[in-house]
């Protein structure tokens, strides 16, 4: 079954460190990949999407992500983090066979440290 | 700016009294879905709407009904609500075509007194 998975429920970072939260996926063939950020009490507002090109994508708010075909992962990075980043990050993943519906990683929530 | 708007933000009601959450779009999308999100977790799936075409999920309670009046309106309505339905309700919206991502509004809060 089609799966996503990120690994790190929470990581705490010191502002102005550097950020990378893991993402793995569970998939046959390519699949079209996605971050989201949630801060308390709002929606989910995109970070980034990956379909084909460039492996390395960057997006909103400084971050950027790779994907590792040959990994199966998708991770986000920051190469220094803001206190306005402490949020709950959402990996998703569309499966072609699935339509336009995302299935989302657990979450990872990312407390930064002053 | 186009958007997805959800009203209202915050929503009390009491065990077993009927109520809807609203959410409108601007983005003329095909597809508009609802979520319920509990705390700490991802968001879960509970329909979705491509064009008139009601989609629900396998899961998802008979207390839960969903109407789409015309494209830019789309409401969840519980009908006996239980405290286990107090959450974060979002709404998204898409284009339909799977590389392009959900659109989401910023939910309501329903809480069950």
């Known amino acids: 079954a089609q799966s996503v998975t990120q690994p790190d429920i929470h990581i705490t970072v010191s502002e102005g460190a550097s950020l990378e939260l893991r993402c793995n996926y569970s998939y046959g063939a390519t699949p079209y990949l996605f971050w989201y950020v949630q801060s308390p009490g709002q929606g989910l507002q995109l970070l980034l999407k990956?379909?084909?090109?460039?492996?390395l994508v960057q997006g909103i708010k400084g971050f950027e992500a790779e994907f590792k075909r040959s990994q199966s992962s998708f991770n986000l990075r920051k190469p220094s983090v803001h206190w306005s980043d402490a949020a709950e990050y959402f990996c998703?993943?569309?499966?072609?066979?699935?339509?336009?519906?995302?299935?989302f990683g657990g979450g990872t929530r990312l407390m930064v440290k002053p | 700016d186009a958007m997805v708007i959800q009203n209202p933000r915050y929503q009390v009601t009491q065990f077993g009294k009927p109520v809807t959450l609203s959410c409108s779009q601007t983005l003329n999308h095909n597809v508009m879905y609802w979520y319920q999100q509990k705390s700490s977790q991802a968001p879960k799936l509970l329909f979705h709407y491509y064009d008139k075409d009601f989609n629900n999920e396998a899961d998802t309670p008979d207390n839960f009904q969903s109407r789409r009046p015309n494209t830019s309106f789309c409401f969840l309505d519980i009908r006996s609500p239980g405290l286990g339905d107090a959450a974060m309700y979002l709404c998204a919206t898409s284009s339909g075509q799977v590389s392009q991502p959900q659109h989401f509004g910023d939910g309501t809060r329903l809480s069950i007194l």
């Open positions: 998703a993943v569309a499966f072609n066979n699935a339509g336009n519906m995302l299935t």
């Open positions: 990956y379909f084909s090109g460039d492996t």
